[in-house]
């Protein structure tokens, strides 16, 4: 039963229902009882529903069972004072938001007061278990807040505080119109898992962040913020995007080979596309099909078949362009063993083979391993590897192949991932 009338009832009816038995809506502080705000409201009324007192109940005489409130409403009235007589008996459930049904006292300055006082014969409160000249003066003000204003159309209700300079009094009252309110709190958290041990896949999937059991039970599935907490490093596999290419190596199991055209400056566009180069490896996933025999399907010497599966960049000779390594390695510390490799035709102006793309031509080349007629290039790196390829031939197609080798955690076993895409780099015909 609400003590409002039925007009206001009306007014401020929203059709919402609040569950205080949901530990799980955070907003309302969880299961009644568990929340230190809560309190049972106790109003006594005689026969003709005449209100005679109010009062609180003790914690005392309550107590929760199978998600039900008991309580012991004959020691309750005879705390009251009432012994014997007919009453009827009503209890209102509470979660105080702001303000209490407790007085407090303040002093000359409207600070909270908390220490001894005494009353004088004329009333006045005083500060102090005895009374000495010059005592201060305290007043007793209600723990509660003033309606200012009421709208006109009577839906909403301006709420100010009283002269009280207090800064919980004062808090209460602005959080009250809030959905989240941020506290400081003192307790202990550790990071556990159900699978001490565990490979970092296995430890993605069973960390959980454990509070001590002097957490209260009102900050459940609230939002945690830990000061001064620093990520020291990551060990869970990030999982590249396949809609982006990246631009930098990733850390993650398994390791990939990859690149991807990192500079052009000196090589100057006749034709193609190099965003479909730094796309091309996407469609090169591992395969069971090797690197040799790939590039017998794509570089084959008996016939001037010309299979090109990339729109890839027809360049003016000479040009030089850079290549960056964006494999996927198994950590940031991790030596990397890179080999680059090209292959590839040069064609004659009538589209016949004229040679390949071997050790010793004059076709094209890695600078960082002599330039023209050098086509490998071995590197140890934690920090990736990139180089710049020479192309000097006319109507060439150049393939190039990545392949990475690493030691993983058990520093013996190798790593290895290789990838080769054919035919993509070219040169114009000229």
Same mark, same amino acid.
Do not use: C
């Given at each position: 039963?609400?003590?409002?009338?039925?007009?206001?009832?009306?007014?401020?009816?929203?059709?919402?229902?609040?569950?205080?038995?949901?530990?799980?809506?955070?907003?309302?502080?969880?299961?009644?009882?568990?929340?230190?705000?809560?309190?049972?409201?106790?109003?006594?009324?005689?026969?003709?529903?005449?209100?005679?007192?109010?009062?609180?109940?003790?914690?005392?005489?309550?107590?929760?069972?199978?998600?039900?409130?008991?309580?012991?409403?004959?020691?309750?009235?005879?705390?009251?004072?009432?012994?014997?007589?007919?009453?009827?008996?009503?209890?209102?459930?509470?979660?105080?938001?702001?303000?209490?049904?407790?007085?407090?006292?303040?002093?000359?300055?409207?600070?909270?007061?908390?220490?001894?006082?005494?009353?004088?014969?004329?009333?006045?409160?005083?500060?102090?278990?005895?009374?000495?000249?010059?005592?201060?003066?305290?007043?007793?003000?209600?723990?509660?807040?003033?309606?200012?204003?009421?709208?006109?159309?009577?839906?909403?209700?301006?709420?100010?505080?009283?002269?009280?300079?207090?800064?919980?009094?004062?808090?209460?009252?602005?959080?009250?119109?809030?959905?989240?309110?941020?506290?400081?709190?003192?307790?202990?958290?550790?990071?556990?898992?159900?699978?001490?041990?565990?490979?970092?896949?296995?430890?993605?999937?069973?960390?959980?962040?454990?509070?001590? +059991?002097?957490?209260?039970?009102?900050?459940?599935?609230?939002?945690?913020?830990?000061?001064?907490?620093?990520?020291?490093?990551?060990?869970?596999?990030?999982?590249?995007?396949?809609?982006?290419?990246?631009?930098?190596?990733?850390?993650?199991?398994?390791?990939?080979?990859?690149?991807?055209?990192?500079?052009?400056?000196?090589?100057?566009?006749?034709?193609?596309?190099?965003?479909?180069?730094?796309? +091309?490896?996407?469609?090169?996933?591992?395969?069971?099909?090797?690197?040799?025999?790939?590039?017998?399907?794509?570089?084959?010497?008996?016939?001037?078949?010309?299979?090109?599966?990339?729109?890839?960049?027809?360049?003016?000779?000479?040009?030089?362009?850079?290549?960056?390594?964006?494999?996927?390695?198994?950590?940031?510390?991790?030596?990397?063993?890179?080999?680059?490799?090209?292959?590839?035709?040069?064609?004659?102006?009538?589209?016949?083979?004229?040679?390949?793309?071997?050790?010793?031509?004059?076709?094209?080349?890695?600078?960082?391993?002599?330039?023209?007629?050098?086509?490998?290039?071995?590197?140890?790196?934690?920090?990736?590897?990139?180089?710049?390829?020479?192309?000097?031939?006319?109507?060439?197609?150049?393939?190039?192949?990545?392949?990475?080798?690493?030691?993983?955690?058990?520093?013996?076993?190798?790593?290895? +991932?290789?990838?080769?895409?054919?035919?993509?780099?070219?040169?114009?015909?000229?």
């Amino acid at each position: 039963m609400s003590r409002l009338n039925e007009k206001d009832l009306e007014l401020l009816q929203t059709g919402q229902t609040v569950n205080l038995s949901a530990v799980e809506n955070a907003y309302y502080g969880g299961e009644f009882t568990t929340n230190p705000n809560d309190s049972v409201e106790v109003l006594i009324y005689d026969t003709n529903d005449n209100l005679i007192e109010t009062s609180i109940v003790e914690s005392s005489d309550y107590s929760i069972e199978n998600g039900s409130v008991k309580l012991k409403t004959g020691t309750v009235i005879r705390k009251m004072g009432f012994d014997r007589g007919r009453y009827r008996i009503k209890y209102n459930f509470l979660r105080k938001k702001a303000g209490s049904f407790e007085t407090i006292l303040v002093d000359g300055s409207n600070q909270v007061y908390n220490g001894p006082f005494h009353v004088m014969e004329n009333g006045y409160i005083m500060k102090g278990e005895e009374h000495v000249d010059g005592a201060e003066r305290l007043f007793l003000k209600e723990n509660k807040y003033i309606i200012h204003e009421i709208s006109p159309s009577r839906n909403e209700v301006r709420i100010i505080g009283q002269n009280i300079d207090d800064k919980k009094y004062i808090d209460d009252l602005f959080y009250s119109g809030k959905q989240r309110k941020r506290e400081t709190v003192d307790f202990n958290v550790n990071f556990v898992t159900s699978n001490p041990g565990g490979t970092a896949n296995e430890l993605k999937d069973s960390l959980v962040l454990q509070a001590s +059991s002097d957490v209260p039970t009102q900050y459940l599935n609230g939002l945690l913020f830990i000061k001064d907490a620093v990520i020291q490093k990551e060990i869970f596999e990030v999982i590249p995007d396949p809609t982006q290419v990246p631009l930098n190596e990733i850390i993650g199991e398994p390791i990939q080979a990859r690149w991807v055209i990192s500079d052009t400056t000196g090589a100057p566009l006749s034709g193609g596309n190099i965003d479909a180069v730094n796309d +091309s490896w996407k469609q090169f996933s591992p395969s069971e099909v090797s690197v040799e025999e790939l590039r017998g399907i794509f570089e084959p010497d008996d016939k001037s078949v010309r299979d090109i599966p990339f729109p890839s960049p027809i360049f003016v000779r000479p040009s030089q362009v850079k290549l960056k390594s964006i494999s996927t390695k198994p950590s940031e510390d991790t030596l990397v063993r890179y080999t680059w490799t090209l292959s590839g035709r040069d064609f004659t102006k009538s589209g016949n083979i004229n040679n390949f793309i071997t050790p010793g031509n004059n076709d094209a080349g890695i600078v960082e391993a002599g330039g023209i007629g050098n086509t490998q290039y071995v590197e140890e790196s934690t920090s990736g590897s990139e180089i710049t390829v020479k192309l000097d031939g006319s109507n060439t197609e150049v393939g190039v192949t990545l392949k990475i080798e690493a030691k993983l955690k058990d520093g013996v076993t190798d790593a290895v +991932s290789e990838v080769y895409l054919p035919a993509i780099l070219r040169t114009k015909k000229q």
